[in-house]
């Protein structure tokens, strides 16, 4: 996915995490066995999960932070674990457990959503005020019924009705068909000269 020759972010922050790894293996922080035959690769894409995730549960978090903390618990994971399978095992239940506490993030929001302390969905007393004082000025002003400005007539504001004739129907008689279809294209060039002395 590239776009104006740059890279997307994605793959630029996957790019980062595999410089990073690549680095350390160099440098020799990387313990000789199992650790050490792991690729950057791999390690670069369990790094950039772990950043996904912690993006999503912690989105007030600064970007660079949120890459420190995958690149921290990848290592940490790493450097602990008995086998590549485990540390595999270990990532992937870390990458479980942050879904899961997004996905209780996101059940207490919509929890707090449909709560009527909620300011953002009860009226507070002086909207309350308003809505009262409007019922009885209309009823003394006798409005039966507003009605939108941009549809002053009434009619326009009552839904449509469905059309008892099948659509299948309305097309095929609309087809041109009959004995003078000159006629028919003749009908608008007819009606141009009325619409523009209008």
Request: proline share 10%.
């Amino acid at each position: 996915m590239q776009q104006n020759g740059m890279p997307s972010r994605a793959s630029a922050g996957l790019h980062h995490f595999i410089q990073h790894y690549r680095m350390q293996q160099q440098a020799g922080k990387v313990p000789n066995g199992w650790q050490q035959s792991t690729p950057p690769e791999d390690r670069g894409q369990l790094a950039l999960q772990f950043f996904t995730q912690y993006r999503l549960l912690k989105p007030e978090s600064a970007e660079l932070e949120c890459m420190r903390a995958a690149i921290q618990f990848e290592t940490q994971t790493l450097l602990q674990s008995t086998s590549k399978d485990h540390y595999i095992a270990q990532v992937k239940q870390k990458l479980i457990h942050m879904t899961n506490a997004r996905q209780q993030q996101l059940q207490r929001m919509q929890a707090n959503l449909g709560n009527a302390n909620n300011p953002m969905n009860a009226m507070n007393p002086a909207q309350m005020n308003m809505m009262a004082q409007l019922g009885p000025q209309q009823a003394r002003q006798g409005t039966p019924q507003q009605f939108n400005p941009a549809f002053p007539n009434p009619q326009l504001q009552r839904p449509m009705q469905v059309s008892p004739v099948p659509m299948s129907q309305v097309q095929s008689s609309m087809a041109v068909s009959g004995p003078n279809p000159a006629n028919l294209a003749q009908g608008p060039n007819n009606q141009q000269p009325n619409m523009q002395a209008n």
